[in-house]
């Protein structure tokens, strides 16, 4: 009988926790804006002449992005030719709830690796990195105005050593599907 009641008594507290499967967290309104970038993308554009991105000519190429399992984060992997040749790349695009605050994470097969905080106004997205290019630091900040919901247009500006901003690329992007 004492074994019977020690059963039941450990059913009591077990069963209830049981029925409760806990819900998967549900991504907020901020991931939803990371939507626009999922479907696939032609991009095209220059690179300047004198920039630290090397020599000047025009890049094009496509992209694919889609939504990660859970729904967080959306991964695309792109491919272009430019003035350096041919590339791959594969980039997350994400929103940390943390730091409230959108991230992107890219590698490419020319062995280059980002990461950078991103932020959105109205329609435009900006993002800010520093690297030390010829022994002097230079700040680059990308630019991206989402001009309607299959097109948008592009620029990435460098300063070296505190110094005015300058284009180094700018071009547009458009859904194709």
Same mark, same amino acid.
């Given at each position: 009988?004492k074994r019977l009641f020690v059963v039941l008594?450990?059913?009591?507290?077990?069963?209830?926790?049981?029925?409760?499967? *806990?819900?998967?967290?549900?991504?907020?309104?901020?991931?939803?804006?990371?939507? #626009? #970038?999922?479907?696939?993308?032609?991009?095209?554009?220059?690179?300047?002449?004198?920039?630290?991105?090397? &020599?000047?000519?025009?890049?094009?190429?496509?992209? !694919?992005?889609?939504?990660?399992?859970?729904?967080?984060?959306?991964?695309?992997?792109? /491919? %272009?030719? %430019? &003035?350096?040749? !041919?590339?791959?790349?594969?980039?997350?695009?994400? #929103?940390?709830?943390?730091?409230?605050?959108?991230? #992107?994470?890219?590698?490419?097969?020319r062995g280059g690796t980002e990461s950078e905080?991103? @932020?959105?106004?109205?329609?435009?997205? =900006?993002?800010?990195? /520093?690297?030390?290019?010829?022994?002097? &630091?230079?700040?680059?900040?990308?630019?991206?105005?989402?001009? !309607? *919901?299959? =097109?948008? @247009?592009f620029k990435l500006e460098y300063s070296v050593?505190?110094? *005015?901003? @300058?284009?180094?690329? /700018?071009?547009?992007?458009? $859904?194709? $599907?």
């Amino acid at each position: 009988m004492k074994r019977l009641f020690v059963v039941l008594v450990v059913l009591a507290f077990v069963m209830p926790c049981l029925a409760q499967t *806990p819900q998967p967290p549900k991504p907020g309104p901020e991931v939803q804006k990371l939507a #626009y #970038y999922v479907g696939t993308w032609k991009f095209e554009g220059d690179v300047k002449a004198g920039t630290p991105l090397g &020599p000047a000519g025009k890049f094009s190429g496509t992209g !694919s992005c889609e939504w990660f399992a859970g729904g967080f984060h959306v991964v695309c992997r792109g /491919e %272009g030719t %430019g &003035p350096k040749g !041919s590339m791959t790349d594969l980039s997350i695009l994400a #929103y940390d709830t943390e730091a409230k605050i959108y991230t #992107y994470y890219g590698i490419s097969s020319r062995g280059g690796t980002e990461s950078e905080k991103m @932020t959105l106004t109205g329609n435009t997205w =900006t993002s800010l990195s /520093e690297e030390t290019v010829a022994g002097k &630091p230079t700040k680059f900040r990308y630019t991206e105005v989402q001009e !309607s *919901p299959t =097109t948008y @247009t592009f620029k990435l500006e460098y300063s070296v050593s505190g110094g *005015p901003w @300058t284009v180094a690329e /700018e071009g547009k992007g458009t $859904k194709i $599907k």
